[in-house]
Nanobody, 116 residues
């Protein structure tokens, strides 16, 4: 079983930046992909970015060119660098892992608010 703990959310002005971190612990040896999702009030949870065990990345069209997903395997941590933030990026951001057996795990979420 994998446990995920996110950090790095907060309040930022439009045009600003934040970096989210997600530390994984437990049975981390069969993780096939790590990703970030977000859910805004009244909306469905959506995939923001994902990185596979092989290092391939995927970004939602709305964040491509502004957000970067990366990882530090030595620290069991995945990051989401978010630049040029706008109010539409306001949401609770969730870290996610998918195991090789297709088991999904979620973090508790971290709030990101973009407002002047």
């Amino acid at each position: 079983q994998v446990q995920l703990v996110e950090s790095g959310g907060g309040l930022v002005q439009p045009g600003g930046s934040l970096r989210l971190s997600c530390v994984a612990s437990g049975n981390i040896y069969n993780i096939a992909a790590k990703g970030w999702y977000r859910q805004a009030p009244g909306k469905e949870r959506e995939l923001v970015a994902r990185i596979t065990a092989e290092g391939a990345t995927y970004y939602a069209a709305s964040v491509k060119g502004r957000f970067t997903i990366s990882r530090d395997n030595a620290k069991n941590t995945v990051y989401l660098q978010m630049n040029s933030l706008n109010p539409e990026d306001t949401a609770v951001y969730y870290c996610n892992t998918i195991s090789s057996s297709r088991r999904w795990t979620w973090g508790q979420g971290t709030q990101v608010t973009v407002s002047s």
